[in-house]
């Protein structure tokens, strides 16, 4: 079992940034997936950046150039910086993290960006 601590998020004006954090329980080099997701209210939750291990990074079109996913070993944590955040960005976002064949998730973290 693998459990996720997302935080970092807050409220934000347009223009700012945020960074979010992902603690997870077990060491994170034995995940072969991590990733960021977001839900904004009454739509779908939605990729926004994953960590494919060995083979690529990921970005949702309307994040590319503005946020960066990362990943700490030695702290088991995963990263996602948000910069020139707009009011769209505002969402729930979750840490999802895949250990061979299973899915886990945090519990989400509010961004909000508003003036």
């Known amino acids: 079992q693998v459990q996720l601590v997302e935080s970092g998020g807050g409220l934000v004006q347009p223009g700012g940034s945020l960074r979010l954090s992902c603690a997870a329980s077990g060491s994170i080099s034995s995940f072969s997936n991590m990733g960021w997701y977001r839900q904004a209210p009454g739509k779908q939750r939605e990729l926004v950046a994953n960590i494919i291990v060995g083979l690529s990074t990921n970005y949702a079109d309307p994040v590319k150039g503005r946020f960066t996913i990362s990943r700490d070993n030695a702290k088991n944590t995963v990263y996602l910086q948000m910069n020139s955040l707009r009011p769209e960005d505002s969402a729930v976002y979750y840490c999802?993290?895949?250990?061979?064949?299973?899915?886990?998730w945090g519990q989400g973290t509010q961004v909000t960006v508003s003036s």
């Open positions: 999802k993290v895949r250990l061979r064949s299973y899915d886990f």
